[in-house]
């Protein structure tokens, strides 16, 4: 089984991108890069492509279902595992996630402790 080891991250809000690396890195063991926001991620997209994309759906200039489409069109970025990162929390818009892509949706706020198990998990259900 392959391990998760690189993990890309892209939100706008700079506190919990901060709370997310903090907890990807120090408490996950994780390499982690990460954007403000969707448009800049796609300016200065590494060549080699992550493990796995968190990606946060409320962004201004592009929003994560844009980002998610325009990451798509990228050969070494169409397998990459997305998963959306929300404070929507009804059923209609998890259902609107998935269809749009995502392999899992997780809601903010989230458990900083337990984020590395989560994405492990996951992550365990693909590969």
């Keep these: 089984?392959?391990?998760?080891?690189?993990?890309?991250?892209?939100?706008d809000d700079p506190d919990i991108r901060e709370i997310t690396r903090m907890s990807l890195e120090l408490v996950g063991g994780f390499d982690v890069i990460q954007f403000e926001g969707g448009d800049i991620a796609l300016e200065n997209l590494p060549d080699d492509a992550p493990d796995m994309i968190l990606l946060d759906v409320m962004m201004p200039v592009m929003d994560g279902i844009e980002t998610y489409a325009r990451l798509r069109e990228i050969d070494a970025y169409k397998d990459v595992p997305i998963i959306y990162v929300t404070a929507k929390?009804?059923?209609s818009d998890f259902k609107h996630l998935k269809e749009n892509g995502a392999l899992d949706v997780i809601i903010k706020p989230f458990e900083p402790m337990e984020l590395p198990d989560q994405l492990r998990a996951i992550w365990a259900s693909i590969v």
């Design 89 to 91: 929390t009804s059923k």
């Design 1 to 11: 089984m392959t391990e998760l080891r690189r993990i890309m991250h892209i939100e």
